[in-house]
């Protein structure tokens, strides 16, 4: 449910923006930037992420400018030092604040981090269990090492970002006129939404596999020391 708002908000993000989306447009400001229009993506997505700003559009203007691949790389990168920049400001300089705000969802956070460390971080990335800015805080004040935190961040990010950056491409073709590739392009839109809305339910039968075999273990072990 989650990841279909997460499309249905990216498709209507896309319509919305669409003059902003304007292949000429974006080009010329890619032009006019030169070197600097990455750079300054990538200060953009940094400082949306931990104001507590939504990165939607940013994503999908990173596929609209940047492409598939690099697009997605930028988005990412942003996205991760934004949470880097979060999680250090959580863990340094501002924890009251962080656990004022969390509320009760920080002792779950915390007791999540504890019982599984970075199995939770990834959960919480493929199927946000909290506003993904306001984790990015959260996890701050759990005791993951934050290269821990970091790498995780990137790999299990990588789905969903791939796919709205994906659309953020689509939509740029498509309001270029190629009709050509619209097809095509759509439907690989498309599968990507279908397999990236499938991994959650595969993480969760992890974990839950690996919770009874912790406790068939746990058990065995009591009754071995009888």
């Not at 004040?141 to 953020?168: C, D, E, N, Q």
């Not at 039968?205 to 746990?218: D, I, P, Q, S, W």
């Amino acid at each position: 449910m989650v990841l279909a708002g997460i499309f249905i908000a990216g498709a209507v993000a896309a319509f919305y923006f669409r003059d902003e989306f304007n292949v000429a447009v974006i080009q010329q400001w890619a032009e006019q930037a030169g070197p600097w229009a990455i750079v300054l993506f990538m200060l953009a997505y940094i400082v949306v992420t931990a104001l507590f700003l939504p990165g939607l559009v940013l994503t999908l203007a990173g596929g609209a400018v940047f492409g598939p691949v690099w697009g997605t790389f930028y988005n990412l990168l942003g996205s991760t030092l934004g949470a880097m920049l979060a999680f250090l400001i959580a863990r340094y300089v501002a924890s009251d604040w962080v656990e004022r705000t969390a509320g009760r969802r920080l002792k779950r956070l915390i007791r999540g981090v504890e019982n599984e460390g970075w199995r939770f971080v990834a959960f919480s990335r493929l199927m946000p269990i909290a506003p993904f800015n306001l984790l990015n805080y959260a996890f701050g004040l759990t005791r993951i090492k934050l290269s821990h935190y970091l790498i995780v961040t990137y790999i299990f990010l990588f789905p969903s970002t791939f796919t709205l950056t994906y659309m953020g491409f689509v939509g740029r073709e498509a309001l270029s006129g190629q009709e050509e590739d619209l097809i095509r392009n759509s439907l690989i839109a498309i599968t990507l939404f279908a397999l990236i809305a499938y991994l959650p339910h595969v993480f969760i039968k992890y974990r839950r596999a690996r919770a009874k075999h912790a406790a068939r273990r746990a058990h065995a072990y009591r009754a071995h020391s009888r």
